[in-house]
């Protein structure tokens, strides 16, 4: 039985991934349940944000073209809210997070979502899931 993904990036962010993998290094994102910026997925330098040991690692994906996985984090609090939803980050045209990778090219970050089906729900109610802390 496959675990259904959590977690997909749209072609357009593909792409921009590749180029900011390109100009700065292995990537990561955090989804904070924080206000303005702080709700946006927030793309990082690996390793830049301090993931602590509330934080769920929701799925490594890869992106053809970058030869290391991007680990999408999410807080726990944004993960009980969450857990039932499938993200797919997307890219827009405006300006991004403060602190986040695209901003200087002129594009930001978003989630698009869906409720999991009951088939897939089924598979991940009691799936195990990777914390900062372990």
């Not at 990561?28 to 927030?42: A, E, I, L, R, T």
């Not at 991004?96 to 109610?125: C, N, Y």
Request: aromatic share 10%; proline share 4%; glycine share 12%.
């Amino acid at each position: 039985m496959e675990i259904p993904s959590r977690v997909e990036f749209t072609e357009d962010a593909a792409a921009l991934l590749r180029k900011l993998r390109e100009n700065h290094g292995p990537l990561m994102f955090h989804q904070s349940g924080g206000c303005c910026d702080g709700s946006s997925p927030m793309c990082y330098l690996a390793g830049e944000f301090k993931v602590g040991g509330q934080d769920v690692l929701l799925q490594s994906l890869i992106v053809e073209g970058i030869a290391e996985p991007i680990d999408f984090w999410m807080s726990a609090s944004q993960f009980e809210y969450w857990k039932h939803t499938h993200l797919t980050v997307d890219v827009v045209v405006g300006r991004g997070g403060g602190f986040s990778l695209e901003t200087p090219e002129g594009k930001r970050f978003l989630i698009r979502s869906r409720l999991f089906s009951d088939g897939e729900w089924a598979i991940l109610e009691n799936a195990p899931v990777a914390t900062g802390a372990n």
